[in-house]
């Protein structure tokens, strides 16, 4: 699959697609798991500097076209992390997915990350359900340039930046990653939804508000990359809807070098890498396209 491998910048990739955050990933077993059945790297749950519970059910539910969640960003803490991080960086590439409120605590986190041996660390800088954290801090362009500045100062591996697709300014928060500094973008996270039961007249969800992931925010996130693509020179992450390999190689063809795939690990099963790498292969051979940087931004020409 040497026509399949791509480069996120310093990070080179033997296989474009990567497991998202916040799916079979708490665990060294389930993301060694994942490396195993064709993903070419995986994306840790985020994680915090203290344990956090996360809200109560219900925190899940199907929609039609999606799944909507309001986790509310459960995880053990980063000191409990590190060994599963430990024993998942040994199996293949792991980037580290954090969550913070500031620049100071996002330092201290990613440094941790780069301990444990994860080969980038991407800022959850998006999350729609987590009060004070996430999207709350990730539609102020100021705030995003000088967290991204504080981690780039911090750690010496890769710093992705994972942007919100819930403002109008996606292109300014871009230029805030780039202008600090950052080395990627990762586009999209959840679109904020709802969910009300008719019979009980109330949200479904604990937390009433939740993310939409699924099929039905594809479009969203390939447009949302495609505007990227179009004012920053730094590379792009593609996520947001992928279940099969049509829906990649308009991520790549968008402006995106790799992609990461979420819901559909769920709803397709853990072999949905390796169906997608054996499409991407058979399609780039009928095309022509010799490598995935070939067919990057290809819908720009």
């Known amino acids: 699959m040497t026509k399949l491998r791509t480069e996120v910048g310093a990070l080179t990739l033997e296989k474009p697609g990567m497991v998202a955050s916040g799916i079979m990933d708490e665990t060294g ?5 994942m490396l195993r059945n064709g993903a070419g790297a995986v994306v840790s749950k985020s994680v915090g500097t203290e344990p956090k519970e996360g809200h109560s059910n219900p925190c899940f539910t199907e929609v039609e076209g999606g799944l909507v969640n309001a986790m509310g960003l ?23 997915s954090i969550y913070g409120a500031g620049p100071d605590e996002f330092s201290a ?11 980038a660390v991407e800022l959850n800088l998006s999350c729609p359900h987590a009060k004070g954290y996430g999207m709350e801090v990730g539609t102020d362009p100021a705030m995003v340039k000088a967290i991204v500045g504080a981690v780039k100062s911090a750690v010496s591996i890769p710093v992705w930046a994972k942007l919100t697709p819930n403002t109008h300014i996606l292109a300014d928060i871009g230029r805030a ?15 904020k939804a709802m969910v009300i039961s008719p019979e009980f007249a109330r949200p479904v969800l604990s937390n009433r508000f939740g993310g939409l992931s699924g099929s039905a925010v594809k479009p969203v996130g390939v447009r949302a990359v495609y505007d990227l693509r179009t004012v920053l020179d730094i590379p792009i992450v593609g996520v947001g809807g992928i279940r099969c390999w049509r829906d990649a190689a308009e991520y790549i063809m968008a402006g995106a070098c790799a992609f990461q795939v979420g ?4 709803t397709e099963g853990v072999d949905v890498f390796e169906k997608i790498n054996r499409g991407l292969e058979r399609f780039m051979d009928d095309y022509g396209y010799r490598s995935i940087k070939e067919m990057e931004g290809a819908a720009h020409e």
């Open 177 to 191: 990653v780039q202008d600090a500094g950052g080395d990627a973008v990762v586009a999209i996270n959840t679109l």
């Open 74 to 96: 459960p995880n053990p803490g980063i000191d409990a992390f590190a060994e599963e991080m430990e024993n998942a960086t040994r199996c293949g590439k792991i980037v580290g």
């Open 263 to 266: 819901s559909a690990v769920l």
């Open 29 to 33: 077993p389930s993301m060694e798991r």
């Open 109 to 119: 986190l990613a440094g941790r990350m780069e301990d444990y041996g994860a080969c």
